[in-house]
């Protein structure tokens, strides 16, 4: 099975800077690729599919890259709000495995 | 507006068996794949199962393959998992997901807790 990884595991971050989070496939997944924001306590919400489609809703601010094995999240300017757990998933086959999630928090 | 809500968790012990539901509104439930997600306490997204708009194409994770049956019934608005033979390590908040790659609607999830 592909495995799935994130990094880093943590991050604090300013409010107005640029974050960028790192998913890695451990086999080609094309861009069958989603992400995920999970506040504290909350349901997990569908940020970006396709590696790089914003969500409709989704702000501006959240964008998305890759293909194959390499993709990456980025905030372009860090907002309390953005407070959360970021996962990526693979859905190019099953097992749609998720990555162990990145954490982000405010400095 | 989707909707989608749990039911069923609880309180089981280690051998036993739990039937979780899930209630779907606001699109067209029979036209959409469905999944359910899994977290542990403090963990991380664990993917569970995945069953196709007909039903036609069921996937499991490894670690409940054997054990979960997933199924659906289209005219009720219905995903089901039944949980047989569970373990400790099954106890978490379950949440169906719709969506037949990403998954676009969650539920508010539904905890099972597996001791003795």
């Known amino acids: 099975d592909i495995q799935m990884t994130q990094s880093p595991s943590s991050l604090s971050a300013s409010v107005g800077d640029r974050v960028t989070i790192t998913c890695r496939a451990s086999?080609?997944?094309?861009?069958?690729l989603a992400w995920y924001q999970q506040k504290p306590g909350k349901v997990p919400k569908l940020l970006i599919y396709a590696a790089s489609t914003l969500q409709s809703g989704v702000p501006s601010r959240f964008s998305g890259s890759g293909s194959g094995t390499d993709f990456t999240l980025t905030i372009s300017s860090l907002q309390p709000e953005d407070v959360a757990t970021y996962y990526c998933q693979k859905y190019n086959s099953a097992p749609f495995t998720f990555g162990p999630g990145t954490k982000v928090d405010i400095k | 507006e989707v909707q989608l809500v749990e039911s069923g968790g609880g309180l089981v012990q280690p051998g036993g068996s739990l039937r979780l539901s899930c209630a779907a509104s606001g699109f067209t439930f029979s036209s959409y794949s469905m999944n359910w997600v899994r977290q542990a306490p403090g963990k991380g997204l664990e993917w569970v199962s995945y069953i196709s708009s007909s039903s036609s194409t069921i996937y499991y994770a490894d670690s409940v393959k054997g054990r979960f049956t997933i199924s659906r019934d289209n005219a009720k608005n219905s995903l089901y998992l039944q949980m047989n033979s569970l373990r400790d390590e099954d106890t978490a908040v379950y949440y169906c997901?719709?969506?037949?790659?990403?998954?676009w609607g969650w539920g508010q999830g539904t905890l099972v807790t597996v001791s003795s």
């Open positions: 997901a719709s969506g037949g790659g990403s998954l």
């Open positions: 086999q080609g997944i094309s861009n069958y």
